[in-house]
């Protein structure tokens, strides 16, 4: 699913610094810190498509490409690619702002399943759009 271009897809959906406190051993930024973050840009768009609550059921072809270094600014962009009965595919793709400067470079990219949820936490059917 690598796709090699030089420009994010999507919407910019959230963009946070990678501090410190979010590294290992090896000073690099954690993979699950990475994907935390791309779960939340994830479903800020799924709940902004479905009009109410969702869950993440699934992440799927998540591909790690470069690390991203503390001072890095993340920003993670989405898409929504398909939206079935219960459910709503987001592609997102996080790409690193690095010291600050202009230029971006991709990290991460994949997909996540979000389902529609009612107020009793039961799936319900994604409202037309």
Sequence with gaps: MI??????KGTLTIR????PSDTNPAGD???????SQMDIA???AAVERAGGRVAT????AMTFIAPVKVGDVLCVYTTIERVGTTSISVGIEAWAR???LP???KVTEGRFIFVCLDENGKKRPVPPA
């Design 16 to 19: 946070t610094l990678a501090m």
């Design 57 to 60: 059921v699934a992440v799927e």
């Design 29 to 35: 930024i954690f993979g699950g810190w990475v994907l």
């Design 98 to 100: 690095r010291n600050r």
């Design 3 to 8: 796709d090699e271009s030089t420009e994010p």
């Design 42 to 44: 994830g479903s800020i």
């Design 103 to 105: 230029g971006r470079v």
